[in-house]
């Protein structure tokens, strides 16, 4: 069945940097659009950033543009979110989701706090 695994996640200082992985099985993960989404307590799930299937193209929310990038190994089945120069309002629950059905992975928590 369909596996999304996110790790990565944990307590940073401001300005600090994480880099999540979410490791993908039970699909071919090479023709599938991946995204990062996250959620902050009491607030919407949001999309963070996306990628295309070869990685032609990415797209990113306001408030990470030029601090966050996303990316794949088609190789290994797994997507990245190198998150730098954090703040704390980047704290939150970050989750990936593929194309394939839609489907979510458990989530890891980030916490950005001095």
């Known amino acids: 069945q369909v596996q999304l695994v996110e790790s990565g996640g944990g307590l940073v200082q401001p300005g600090g940097s994480l880099r999540l992985s979410c490791a993908a099985s039970?699909?071919?993960?090479?023709?599938?659009h991946m995204w990062w989404y996250r959620q902050a307590p009491g607030k919407e799930r949001e999309l963070v950033a996306?990628?295309?299937?070869?990685?032609?193209?990415?797209n990113y929310a306001d408030s990470v543009k030029g601090r966050f990038i996303i990316s794949r190994d088609n190789v290994k089945n797994t997507v990245y979110l190198q998150m730098n120069s954090l703040k704390p309002e980047d704290t939150a629950v970050y989750y990936c989701?593929?194309?394939?059905?839609?489907?979510w992975g458990q989530g890891t928590q980030v916490t950005v706090s001095s």
């Open positions: 039970g699909f071919t993960f090479s023709m599938y």
């Open positions: 989701k593929t194309g394939f059905g839609n489907k």
């Open positions: 996306a990628i295309s299937p070869a990685s032609g193209s990415t």
